[in-house]
């Protein structure tokens, strides 16, 4: 299913005990987990993913200049802007936490089939797809069910299992 059936190593990331977490880079493991729920979930029609976004005002995003360090990322393009006009090819937007219009963004891309990712505070609440953030010293993420599925996408229920919280 998807890109491939086994589940990559760095899904078990999650799985570290947060001493071994904590001496992985924050950023590292962002992209890894970006890159994660990017294999792990099916666009409508089978087609897949093709471009990366990553909205944020810092230049360049350090979540960008880290997957650029590490080429570690299925997509053939990745770009990085801060532009809200610059969405209109995305098939996964990252929303960095220093973007602050989320709120336009989101009504802008009512019913596209885009996978959102942010580290923003409250973004799964605030009708992102998939929220990272930090508690007890280790990387976890929610996914909010209802905006993935609204929009004709599917992840699979092993990476729905790694959530610390699904909303439905």
Known sequence: RGFGAALPTALLLLLLPAAAADEIDER???VLYLRNF?????????????????????QPAPIY??????????????RRCSDIDCVRDASVLFVA?????WPELRRRLAGRPVLTVSDRPGFVGQGG?????????RLRF?????AVR???LHLSAELLQMADRVVE
């Open 129 to 137: 797809m998939i929220g990272l953030y930090r508690r007890n010293r």
């Open 38 to 58: 990017i294999l792990y979930c099916d666009w409508p029609g089978r087609h897949p993913p093709e471009t990366l976004v990553i909205l944020s005002r810092t």
């Open 150 to 152: 609204a929009v004709g």
């Open 142 to 146: 929610a996914v909010n069910l209802q």
């Open 28 to 30: 590292l493991l962002e």
């Open 65 to 78: 200049r880290t997957m650029r360090d590490h080429h570690t990322f299925p997509l053939a393009q990745t």
């Open 97 to 101: 936490r220093d973007f602050d219009r």
